[in-house]
T-cell receptor, first 113, second 114 residues
Framework: NAGVTQTPKFQVLKTGQSMTLQCAQD?????MSWYRQDPGMGLRLIHY???????DQGEVPNGYNVSRSTTEDFPLRLLSAAPSQTSVYFC????????????FGPGTRLLVL | DQQVKQNSPSLSVQEGRISILNCDYT??????FLWYKKYPAEGPTFLIS?????DKNEDGRFTVFLNKSAKHLSLHIVPSQPGDSAVYFC?????????????FGAGTQVVVTP
């Protein structure tokens, strides 16, 4: 099992550009989520999904879109990048709703100039 | 407003000694707490949890203590080992929440020195 994979590892964007952060898991987990981690702050939930076709907003959803067309993939889209979106992004998946069973990907470091 | 706070951004401890990491929370509805460990360039991994019906949970070298009246939890690592050098996050949630929406602290960087 590859677990949770994220691509790219690092990305530099200019303000206003769009991009998609990819997340995939091969554990057949129903629950997937996206977090951002900023200096001096803990992980903050952006969006999550409880199964294919079902997504919902987390704590900081503005500026981000998600979709879940398959169980395996949960891409995060930035439609018009802003410097405030400079962060490290983590994708996670789990087979039940309890946080302790979440498996995190290695993260994507995003810099928006 | 952060509901979970780890006021010590860093901690240095000698190998073999005890590491004590602290975490405070403000929401009295939180009833489930976790600690995560994170190495550089990796995602966080689950370490230990505790629910509000307990005041202590132990797993090998790791023990978490919960003081509900003080809204405080702590993680003890005994004895500390060089491989314990990492960032530790505490997280809290209302277990009845719609889906494990945990609030995370900012993390404490632990460095274990020989």
């Amino acid at each position: 099992n590859a677990g949770v994979t994220q691509t790219p590892k690092f990305q530099v964007l200019k303000t206003g550009q769009s991009m998609t952060l990819q997340c995939a898991q091969d554990m057949n987990h129903e629950y997937m989520s996206w977090y951002r981690q900023d200096p001096g702050m803990g992980l903050r939930l952006i969006h999550y999904s409880v199964g294919a076709g079902i997504t919902d907003q987390g704590e900081v959803p503005n500026g981000y879109n998600v979709s879940r067309s398959t169980t395996e993939d949960f891409p995060l889209r930035l439609l018009s990048a802003a410097p405030s979106q400079t962060s490290v992004y983590f994708c996670a998946s789990s087979y039940d709703p309890f946080q302790e069973t979440q498996y995190f990907g290695p993260g994507t470091r995003l810099l928006v100039l | 407003d952060q509901q979970v706070k780890q006021n010590s951004p860093s901690l240095s401890v000698q190998e073999g000694r005890i590491s004590i990491l602290n975490c405070d929370y403000t929401n009295s509805m939180f009833d489930y707490f976790l600690w995560y460990k994170k190495y550089p360039a990796e995602g966080p991994t689950f370490l230990i949890s505790i629910s509000s019906i307990k005041d202590k949970n132990e797993d090998g070298r790791f023990t978490v203590f919960l003081n509900k009246s003080a809204k405080h939890l702590s993680l003890h690592i005994v004895p500390s080992q060089p491989g314990d050098s990492a960032v530790y996050f505490c997280a809290a949630s209302e277990r009845g929440d719609s889906w494990g929406k945990f609030q995370f602290g900012a993390g404490t960087q632990v460095v274990v020195t020989p």
